[in-house]
Structures are given as C-alpha cells and as structure tokens.
C-alpha cells in the first residue's frame, strides 16, 4: 500500500514554538496496532491546541519520519486549504475506532 490513511484521536497538542510557521504539535493515538504518533501541523488558523483533544484526523501512517526542527514528525496529519489559505482537517463525519484504516 502506498499511503495508509488512519483514523487517530488526538490526545494532546501543543504550540510548536520551534517551527519557522506557526504550527501545533500534534500526538495522535491510532490505535493499538499502531499506537501513539507526533505530528507537526500548520493549523492555527483554525484550531487551538484546547479544542483538539479528543477529536479524530486522518493521518498517513507509512511515511518515513521527518525531522522537522527539533521535532520528529511520525505521521502527516491531512487537511485542505480554505479560500484564505488556511488549514481545515480532514475528518470523518462520525465516530470510528483509532486505527481504522481509509477504504
């Protein structure tokens, strides 16, 4: 499979004071297969690291980590550009289990 789309819940976020952008590091569990992953996400526009916790992603699980500053991001946390540029997530319209996978 070339990209492993899963389904995650954010269980923590923060400020990402090192990034060059403004950005939320993001830890997301995907389940017991998978487990807990770190993100870098550039999605202040729209979401403070509060209103985060609890909420399902989808995120792409196969990729290699990044190094991104000091922080090694281990999964990409999806989203699409609003007509102001800004980030909105990509999420499902329910509740599904963390690591359920993209059809």
Known sequence: ????????RVVAA??????????????VDFGPDIGLRKSSAQIT????PEALIGRLVVGVVN????????????????????????????VPDGDVAPGTRLL
């Open 1 to 8: 499979m070339r990209v492993d789309l899963r389904v995650g």
């Open 14 to 27: 923060e400020p990402f004071a090192a990034a060059r952008r403004p950005a939320l590091v993001l830890h």
């Open 45 to 48: 526009g729209h979401y403070t």
């Open 63 to 90: 990729f290699p980590p990044k190094q991104i500053g000091p922080l090694m991001s281990e999964c990409l946390i999806t989203g699409f550009h609003d007509a102001d540029g800004a980030v909105r997530l990509c």
